[in-house]
């Protein structure tokens, strides 16, 4: 159990267009997703966080209007970067905390995808 | 300001080496401790989850412990497959969001 999927696993796009990455939980439902980024041999570094039906929750220094990210449902999160730009290249991993019987505080994490901007 | 450290940044063992990965925190109200491992390209694998000083978990050839002030995860016998970058992190009373470590990069040589 408590698995997590996201779509595209790598996604190459020209610069100044927009990008949508799904995160789902597949067999759970998430009450708290979270989106995270990763640079190469750097550990991870949160977004933003977001609970289902509210708006997203931003870390200082993330553009909220060019990580549009909503939690529609208790199974899925979007993350849109918007007007992408090389330096927006980067791995982004999504992760997802919600009612399991073994721990609320648990938080299980999607594969990742590699985004590369052109 | 909740801290998490990890050593070493890099590991490298012989099959069949036993050793440790450490992890110290300093934070405020501890609710959970958390240990991860994450191969190249890919997000982070759940491994194990320490509540209170004391506790240990075990999974295979790893064995995690926490005290007060740090958790180990002590690798028995390891093969190569165990190499990965592991990741410890922690969730406190006052944040909703768990905090990382920059990792342990562990390279098992055959």
């Known amino acids: 159990g408590a698995v997590v999927s996201q779509h595209p696993s790598w996604v190459i796009c020209k610069s100044g267009t927009s990008v949508k990455i799904e995160c789902r939980s597949l067999?759970?439902?998430?009450?708290?997703m979270f989106w995270y980024r990763q640079f190469p041999k750097q550990s991870l570094m949160l977004m933003a966080t977001s609970n289902e039906g509210s708006k997203a929750t931003y870390e200082q220094g993330v553009e909220k209007d060019k990580f549009l990210i909503n939690h529609a449902s208790l199974t899925l999160s979007t993350l849109t970067v918007t007007s992408a730009h090389p330096e927006d290249s980067s791995f982004y991993i999504c992760?997802?905390?919600?009612?399991?019987?073994?721990?609320?505080?648990?938080?299980?994490f999607g594969p990742g995808t590699r985004l590369t901007v052109l | 300001e909740d801290q998490v450290t990890q050593s070493p940044e890099a590991l490298r063992l012989q099959e069949g080496e036993s050793s440790s990965l450490n992890c110290s925190y300093t934070v405020s109200g501890l609710r959970g401790l958390f240990w991860y491992r994450q191969d190249p390209g890919k997000g982070p694998e759940f491994l194990f989850t320490?509540?209170?000083a004391g506790e240990e978990k075990e999974k295979e050839r790893l064995k995690a412990t926490l005290t007060k002030k740090e958790s180990f995860l002590h690798i028995t016998a390891p093969k190569p497959e165990d190499s990965a970058t592991y990741l410890c992190a922690v969730l406190t009373g006052s944040a909703r969001q768990l905090t990382f470590g920059s990792g342990t990069q562990l390279t098992v040589l055959p």
């Open positions: 992760s997802a905390r919600g009612r399991l019987a073994t721990s609320y505080n648990e938080q299980f």
């Open positions: 320490l509540y209170s």
């Open positions: 067999d759970f439902q998430a009450t708290t």
